[in-house]
């Protein structure tokens, strides 16, 4: 494997169900995020994680809890979420620390919440 | 309120014509602009970026031009071919601190032969 890739591509989940989505990045980066996509609206950015810490969270509701468990892995956990909550889930990564440093994307996981 | 803008949703351009998309920023801070485009059911891929201390950045059919005065980028494809239909994302981000970069809502290029 090879980029960022994200499991699952595609996830329905009702409002009660408890799900994870999976991403794993292999370029040897040490910053990873979580971004999502709703129809007619900018990425937005969810969490940022450098070195396995959490730097920021974008006034996530507690419903979306991440998980770093090294660089190479972030998961994205759910509970509870809302049909608002449908939307392209996009992980990414990158070096660490200043800005000059282009993001990798993977494939995104498309989640419907019925 | 939005810090970066892409004012047209979409963009109608012939095949070996040029395309210019355009840009605006909000924040006097940000000093990296990147440009992504996205195909459906792909995440965005880095396209070209520049730095505020450039005007122009040129890759093979690809630059983008900064004007830091009127904080407004543009990117242009020239010649325009049709698997450069796309979306095309602008980013903005600062030089200092931890990478997190603020998208624009992004333009659809259609390029037909």
């Known amino acids: 494997e090879t980029g960022v890739t994200q499991t699952p591509r595609h996830l329905v989940m009702g409002m009660t169900n408890k799900k994870s989505l999976k991403c794993e990045q292999h370029?040897?980066?040490?910053?990873m995020y979580w971004y999502k996509q709703s129809a007619k609206k900018p990425l937005e950015l969810m969490f940022v994680y450098n070195f396995k810490e959490q730097t920021e969270n974008n006034s996530v509701p507690s419903r979306f809890s991440p998980e770093c468990p090294n660089s190479s892995h972030l998961f994205l956990h759910l509970h509870t979420l809302q049909p608002e909550d449908s939307a392209l889930y996009l992980c990414a990564s990158s070096q660490a620390g200043g800005g000059a440093y282009e993001q990798y994307f993977g494939p995104g996981t498309r989640l419907t919440v019925t | 309120d939005q810090q970066v803008k892409q004012n047209s949703p979409s963009l109608s351009v012939q095949e070996g014509r040029i395309s210019i998309l355009n840009c605006d920023y909000t924040n006097s801070m940000f000093d990296y602009f990147l440009w992504y485009k996205k195909y459906p059911a792909e995440g965005p891929t880095f396209l070209i970026s520049i730095s505020s201390i450039k005007d122009k950045n040129e890759d093979g059919r690809f630059t983008v031009f900064l004007n830091k005065s009127a904080k407004h980028l543009s990117l242009h494809i020239v010649p325009s071919q049709p698997g450069d239909s796309a979306v095309y994302f602008c980013?903005?981000?600062?030089?200092?601190?931890?990478?997190?970069?603020?998208f624009g809502k992004g333009t659809m290029l259609l390029v037909s032969p």
């Open positions: 980013a903005a981000n600062t030089l200092t601190g931890y990478s997190t970069l603020t």
């Open positions: 370029l040897g980066h040490n910053a």
